[in-house]
Each structure stands twice: as C-alpha cells, then as structure tokens.
C-alpha cells in the first residue's frame, strides 16, 4: 500500500541540519506514526513520502519553507522579567511553552538583563533546511475515528493514546472521548 492523504505510516527517520548535525532520530526509541495529509508532520516531508511504500527508504532536504518556517524578527522581542512569575529562573537558552493563539509554542529566552528578559518566539528549527532520512516501515488505511480526529489513535481509541498520543504538541481537538489536557 502506497502513502497517501488519509493513510496512517509508520516510519523511522534520522533527521539532520545543514551542517550534517543530528537533531532527532527515531533510532533506539519507537518509529514516528502520522496521519498523512492532516498536517501531522512538516508538509515538505510529506510531499517526499507521498507515493512510497513500506521497505523504501526517502532521502531528502526540506527548504526552512516547508518545513518550520522562515525565521521571523518580529518575533523576538522583550518582555518583563514579572512575566515569567515569582521563583521561576530565567536564564539566556531556557526554552518555555508559551499558549498563544496558534497553540502552544517553545519560546527560546535570548537575553536576561536585570528586569528585562529578551524572547525568541521562532520555532527552534526556523529558518532550518532540514535533511531526513526516512525509512518507511508500513502503511494502512486510517480509522474513520482517526480521520475525524485527524490524527492516529493507539490500541483503539484517543482516550488509550497515553504517551504515544501526539496531542499534547499542538493543542488536541479530539473533543469529549480524548483525555488530553488541551
Ligand atoms: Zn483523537
């Protein structure tokens, strides 16, 4: 079976800046399983999948355009140290989940001068190509309950998800059955 929208894959993947740097990998830990076509993953890389099938291995490079975004310096900006709550530290190359409007985001602190705290609200990747080496381990028809949900449910049901669940990233919208938090 081919990958396509509506498909659910299975695959391990090692994933590498420009400079050939190691930044995650599915070695040693469980294969990434995704939803294909419902914005699972970064579309860059799924335009590389679509069409493979279970055994092919896909070698490819991802312009920072499709995959976390261009950097954007508007989004670096200062905010007071009060901000970020009694007792908490602050120190340049902390990184926080921020809730805004699109849902929750690493913000990365740049600079900490006395009350005055500079933030990078880029995703940490922006502004990277990314190099993937995926194999593709298999492919099968999504649930009609995953298809609503857009995204893949673990032993049978989102509220079994537990740690495989993917909701936590970017906000869940399961609705009543997930146990999700967001
Ligand atoms: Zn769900």
Not at 111 to 122: K, L, P, Q, S
């Amino acid at each position: 079976m081919d990958i396509k929208k509506d498909r659910v894959v299975t695959i391990d993947y090692s994933l590498r800046d420009e400079a050939g740097k190691l930044l995650d990998s599915s070695e040693g830990g469980e294969p990434l399983i995704y939803l294909h076509g419902n914005e699972n993953i970064i579309p860059g890389l799924e335009k590389h999948l679509e069409g493979k099938n279970p055994g092919d291995s896909v070698t490819c490079t991802v312009p920072a355009a499709e995959a976390y975004g261009e950097r954007d310096e508007s989004l670096v900006f200062k905010v007071s140290r009060k901000d970020f709550g009694e007792g908490v530290e602050v120190a340049a190359g902390m990184q926080f989940e921020a809730h805004g409007e699109e849902g929750a985001q690493i913000v990365t602190v740049v600079n900490v001068n006395g009350d005055e705290v500079t933030i990078d609200a880029n995703h940490p990747l922006a502004g990277e190509n990314l190099h993937f080496d995926v194999k593709v381990l298999n492919v099968r028809d999504a649930t009609e309950e995953e298809l609503e949900h857009g995204h893949v449910h673990f032993a049978g049901g989102c509220s079994d998800c537990g740690d495989g669940c993917d909701c936590g990233d970017e906000g869940c919208d399961c609705g009543d059955d997930c146990d999700c938090e967001e």
